[in-house]
């Protein structure tokens, strides 16, 4: 399994090959269908296994795909984006977007392997550096605040999977503490959404964290202007607040947030680690974010 970008950049890999167009537009329960019709062509049963080359696209696609063909077959992971590789491909979460937002329908799947190599970066553009670098920097906010200043690069992701790996044994599917790795997130998705992932995800995460970390009376703006990162957000507050609605940590319809004590810090929250925040608090932290002067 692989997206058009990176199918052009690395060739025909096997005969058995499965090539979708790359982009979030693709990370639907139409294209998982077409996929599946395709393997049951090519007689696969479960038996077989599939290998996820590409983005979180991919790796989430290809995983929710493992989840349910047969009751569940193995796959791999081989991300070839820095988002895959510090967060996509690792914790087994996988599935698509729905009109209604972004990955409501999934599964938790574990894959067999995750092989990360970091050659695969030489040909990643800039926008999707920073698009998983905002992953990076999260990793930072929620857990390790010396984490930005390693500058060698397999170091870096080296660490950021060594804090998701630890949050993910602790909690696999997600019941409290691995909603830590959701900081930015409420906001960032809902912004998405919205734009009809014409934002990508990592620009929208860092919104998101803008917020999210004001929200929490810290102020992350700086750091996010210092990587590159706009936080001018050209949609109404309304609009991503109703999108928020059916975030995956909701409670009653109302959405929750993941807070930070201080930078590296979490709070707990009795063990949910994330609250629900006063709609008129969410505008004002909205309004705050995307007035602020953009790199």
């Known amino acids: 399994m692989t ?16 090539v979708i167009p790359s982009g979030e537009m693709s990370k639907t329960r139409a294209m998982k269908e077409c996929i599946e019709d395709r393997l049951f062509t090519w007689g696969f049963g479960r038996d077989d296994g599939l290998i996820a080359l590409g983005g979180g696209l991919i790796t989430d696609l290809t995983g929710f795909v493992a989840a349910t063909f047969c009751r569940g077959i193995k796959h791999v992971n081989v991300p070839t984006t820095l988002m895959g590789m ?13 009109p209604h937002g972004k990955n409501t329908i999934g599964a938790f799947k574990q894959p067999e392997k995750v092989v990360i190599d970091t050659h695969f970066l030489d ?23 010396t984490l930005l200043e390693n500058q060698n690069q397999l170091e870096l992701i080296k660490r950021c999977i060594a804090i998701k790996k630890e949050v993910v044994e602790n909690d696999p599917e997600e019941c409290g503490y691995r909603r830590i790795l959701n900081f930015g997130h409420t906001v960032g998705h809902a912004i998405e959404h919205v734009s009809g992932y014409r934002i990508t995800h990592g620009a929208a995460i860092a919104m998101g964290m803008a917020v999210e970390g004001k929200l929490s009376g810290i102020d992350l703006t700086p750091t996010l202007l210092k990587y590159g990162y706009s936080l001018e957000c050209p949609y109404q507050a309304d609009e991503i607040i109703d999108a928020m609605k059916l975030d995956k940590k909701g409670r009653d319809g109302n959405p929750r947030f993941v807070m930070l004590q201080k930078i590296g810090e979490v709070r707990s929250f009795d063990g949910e680690y994330c609250c629900e925040i006063d709609l008129n608090l969410i505008r004002e932290a909205l309004g705050e974010i995307t007035a602020c002067h953009s790199l």
Not at 86 to 98: E, F, H, Q, R
């Open 3 to 18: 997206d058009d970008t990176v199918h052009a950049l690395y060739g025909q890999l096997s005969s058995q090959t499965i």
């Open 86 to 98: 510090v967060d996509a491909a690792i914790g087994g979460k996988c599935g698509v977007n729905t």
């Open 123 to 145: 040909t990643l553009p800039h926008k999707e550096w920073l698009n998983g670098f905002a992953e990076v920097i999260k990793y930072a906010f929620i857990a390790d605040p």
